[in-house]
């Protein structure tokens, strides 16, 4: 009875990751790719910035500017994730019941997927 179910949730998964993941290969490795590179300018942007508007960024040893900076993508990060959830939670009409029927756990799109992964 137990490995019928474990079977089932596999099986299940397996067609999750077909049908969600793998449907279109592009978004996910364009929002890898531009997760990347978004990491990467805000991350040089909070040196020059910070350099310039915090005067104690300058006296701090090269691990505490890494760090900081590390932070600032970590911030960045969060934000864009909340902004982004909260849209589809409450903008777009990803999560309407009277327009998809699968479980809510299961409905996605292509910006959902570029955006949140």
């Not at 049908?19 to 991350?43: H, N, Q, R």
């Not at 909340?82 to 990803?94: E, G, I, N, R």
């Not at 309407?96 to 299961?106: A, K, N, R």
Request: proline share 2%.
């Amino acid at each position: 009875m137990i490995a019928m179910a474990m079977k089932s949730y596999q099986n299940h998964a397996e067609l999750l990751v077909k049908e969600y993941l793998l449907a279109d290969p592009l978004i996910p490795y364009t929002s890898i790719i531009g997760g990347i590179f978004a990491c990467k300018m805000v991350y040089d942007l909070t040196d020059l910035f910070s350099d310039v508007y915090f005067k104690s960024y300058s006296s701090l040893t090269k691990l505490q500017r890494i760090e900081w900076n590390n932070r600032a993508i970590s911030t960045f990060h969060a934000v864009f994730i909340a902004t982004m959830s909260l849209y589809f939670v409450f903008c777009s009409d990803l999560f309407s019941d009277q327009i998809h029927g699968d479980l809510v756990t299961f409905q996605s799109s292509a910006q959902s997927t570029f955006a949140l992964g």
